[in-house]
């Protein structure tokens, strides 16, 4: 069966210093990779969406960036955090469009405090 | 632009009632329809809606798809406290693009 895993759970960080949230999947070949931000007790933000490695879609302008460098490994990065980039960040899979399948499953999520 | 609203934004409820919660969305090119639950931390899956009125169930939980009308409902009976969540909609939109759009959640609050 497939497994989504996250680290870390949580995370406080200064204004101005970098990040780096890293997510795999295990038990699937060629995911389509997601990263969402999720403010307190609201929807889901797409940030970035992946169709295999080195393919990174930007869906929101900021100081984030994500990159895919394995087939099932995919990073969000900042190089300087801002107070705005605080919120609750996850990671999900679904099956690549050849497979056609529709679920989306997500892993547990890091806490981002930026102080 | 692609949008999915859902109503109510909140709710209260005491166990034992019935509730329904409810998503439309403008999307162009639509595939199908997912609900998830979120109580800490990772929603979690609960229905794929492709087809019109074709109702998914499980256990307490059900929900059904009008792709007239564009919108779907996801009806909770016999709540407890534990359905206290956040209910999620989001669409997918046809194959060719690999973004699923979210709504804003419905924060369901069951009281004993």
Partial sequence: SQTIHQW???LVQPVGSPLSLECTVEGTSNPNLYWYRQAAGRGLQ?????VGIGQIS?????????????????ILSSKKLLL??????????????LLA????????????TVT | EDKVVQSPLSLVVHEGDTVTLNCSYEVTNFRSLLWYKQEKKAPTFLFML???????????????????????????????TGDSAIYLCAVRRTSGT???IFGTGTRLKVLA
């Fill in chain 1, 58 to 74: 930007s869906e929101v302008p900021q100081n984030l960036s994500a990159s895919r460098p394995q087939d099932r490994q995919f």
């Fill in chain 2, 50 to 80: 492709t087809s019109s009125g074709i109702e998914k169930k499980s256990g307490r939980l059900s929900s059904i798809l009008d792709k007239k009308e564009l919108f779907s409902i996801l009806n909770i009976t016999a709540t407890q």
């Fill in chain 1, 84 to 97: 705005s980039d605080s919120g609750f960040y996850l990671c999900a899979w679904a099956e690549g469009p």
């Fill in chain 1, 101 to 112: 399948k529709d679920e989306q499953y997500f892993g547990p999520g890091t806490r981002l």
């Fill in chain 2, 98 to 100: 690999y973004k699923y």
């Fill in chain 1, 8 to 10: 870390p759970a949580t």
């Fill in chain 1, 46 to 50: 797409l940030l970035f969406y992946s």
